[in-house]
């Protein structure tokens, strides 16, 4: 199956600075965040601190970011940042899990879940 694609002018654009595609990235990308903490049960606030949380990891690596087209996928980039930044929230909430539910946030599941939503911000 053929996934959409970031637009790699965007990326550029990002890269030079320019606020609006920050403005376009944000409404675009944020959706998806949110639905993959939602996948994790996180509440309203939690799925806004985890979408600020992508944001701000995503901006500042952003500079040093180097897109290769053929080598490798944003969408695998930006969603190792998500599931990494879920990963930590889940930490620093002290989570006790059993080993079923430790299972639960691997990345393979939420990797199911976010090309899902992937699919509908790129379309």
């Not at 990235?25 to 939602?38: D, E, N």
């Not at 995503?58 to 990494?84: D, E, L, P």
């Not at 909430?93 to 911000?121: C, G, P």
Request: contains cysteine; proline residues 2%.
């Amino acid at each position: 199956m053929n996934y959409p694609s970031t637009q790699p002018s965007l990326l550029v654009r990002l890269q030079q600075g320019d606020e609006v595609s920050w403005t376009d990235f944000y409404s675009l990308y944020a959706p998806v965040i949110k639905c993959a903490g939602q996948y994790y049960e996180f509440s309203e606030s939690e799925c806004e601190d985890l979408i600020q949380q992508v944001m701000l990891k995503f901006f500042a690596n952003s500079q040093s970011f180097t897109y290769r087209a053929g080598q490798t996928r944003f969408r695998s980039y930006f969603s190792r940042i998500i599931h990494t930044q879920i990963v930590d929230m889940f930490r620093r909430k002290k989570v006790q899990f059993s080993l079923k539910n430790s299972a639960h946030i691997l990345y393979d599941d939420f990797n199911e879940v976010f090309m899902t939503e992937w699919r509908k911000a790129a379309l």
